[in-house]
């Protein structure tokens, strides 16, 4: 009867307490959670039309929405030398966000819409956002010559254009003096007229598509939003 029992006990002991090969069995240990770096990219990129040597600046969100750190190795736009984008590579830490600043600033005149991608080591989420950008030709008109028209009086007005700068002569019948401006790459001129023993004024006005008129207001020296019109002679 006594020695039943010590078997008893020692075969519960060995169900309880050891595996097949009479080792004991290894705690269970829960899975470790995968690391996730979840990237999305928001923002407005809608430049629209931009007049090439203009520029136009606009803003894009990175944000991480994983569990550990998304590191950003790159990014591609269309018309990639008309792009310039301020931060281009980093870390950006689990739940955090990195700000940028997208310029455009064209060259030349191109479509230049498409898609702005965020390269990285995302494990999902979306790394693109759209971009709509045309870049549109300048004023590419040469307002160097001769202009006629009514400043006061008939006036005659004798322009070089060397790059975006005007320099020349102003003649209305007995005064003379020195004219000095720019024009933009939209075809807004800007004058400076110096006339001895006056003060100086400014024409400021819109040349035409055509490049053969010049239409604005006068201020300065007795001009107060005068309206003038001169044309190529």
Same mark, same amino acid.
């Given at each position: 009867?006594?020695?039943?029992?010590?078997?008893?006990?020692?075969?519960?002991? %060995?169900?309880?307490?050891?595996?097949?090969?009479?080792?004991?069995?290894?705690?269970?240990?829960?899975?470790?959670?995968?690391?996730?770096?979840?990237?999305?990219?928001?923002?407005?990129?809608?430049?629209?039309?931009?007049?090439?040597?203009?520029?136009?600046?606009?803003?894009?969100?990175?944000?991480?929405?994983?569990?550990?750190?998304?590191?950003?190795?790159?990014?591609?736009?269309?018309?990639?030398? %008309?792009?310039?984008? %301020?931060?281009?590579?980093?870390?950006?830490?689990?739940?955090?966000?990195?700000?940028?600043?997208?310029?455009?600033?064209?060259?030349?005149?191109?479509?230049?819409?498409?898609?702005?991608?965020?390269?990285?080591?995302?494990?999902?989420?979306?790394?693109?956002?759209?971009?709509?950008?045309?870049?549109?030709?300048?004023?590419?008109?040469?307002?160097?010559?001769?202009?006629?028209?009514?400043?006061?009086?008939?006036?005659?007005?004798?322009?070089?254009?060397?790059?975006?700068?005007?320099?020349?002569?102003?003649?209305?019948?007995?005064?003379?003096?020195?004219?000095?401006?720019?024009?933009?790459?939209?075809?807004?001129?800007?004058?400076?007229?110096?006339?001895?023993?006056?003060?100086?004024?400014?024409?400021?006005?819109?040349?035409?598509?055509?490049?053969?008129?010049?239409?604005?207001?006068?201020?300065?020296?007795?001009?107060?939003?005068?309206?003038?019109?001169?044309?190529?002679?």
């Amino acid at each position: 009867m006594r020695r039943v029992f010590v078997v008893l006990v020692a075969a519960a002991f %060995s169900a309880c307490g050891s595996d097949n090969s009479g080792n004991a069995a290894a705690p269970t240990v829960p899975p470790t959670p995968a690391v996730t770096r979840v990237i999305s990219v928001a923002g407005d990129l809608n430049f629209g039309q931009v007049t090439v040597g203009n520029s136009q600046t606009k803003f894009v969100t990175i944000a991480n929405n994983g569990s550990g750190t998304l590191t950003v190795s790159g990014m591609t736009v269309p018309c990639g030398n %008309s792009f310039f984008v %301020s931060w281009l590579s980093g870390a950006i830490s689990a739940a955090a966000t990195q700000t940028v600043s997208v310029r455009f600033a064209p060259s030349t005149a191109q479509n230049c819409t498409g898609v702005l991608t965020v390269n990285g080591d995302q494990t999902a989420g979306t790394n693109t956002v759209a971009v709509i950008a045309t870049a549109v030709a300048g004023y590419s008109r040469d307002l160097t010559g001769r202009w006629r028209g009514m400043i006061g009086s008939d006036t005659i007005i004798t322009l070089t254009e060397t790059g975006t700068n005007l320099s020349g002569t102003f003649d209305s019948v007995n005064l003379k003096g020195n004219v000095s401006g720019s024009v933009s790459n939209t075809g807004q001129v800007t004058l400076t007229v110096t006339v001895s023993g006056y003060q100086p004024f400014t024409l400021s006005g819109q040349a035409d598509d055509a490049g053969n008129t010049i239409s604005g207001q006068a201020d300065g020296s007795g001009f107060q939003n005068t309206p003038f019109t001169i044309k190529r002679i």
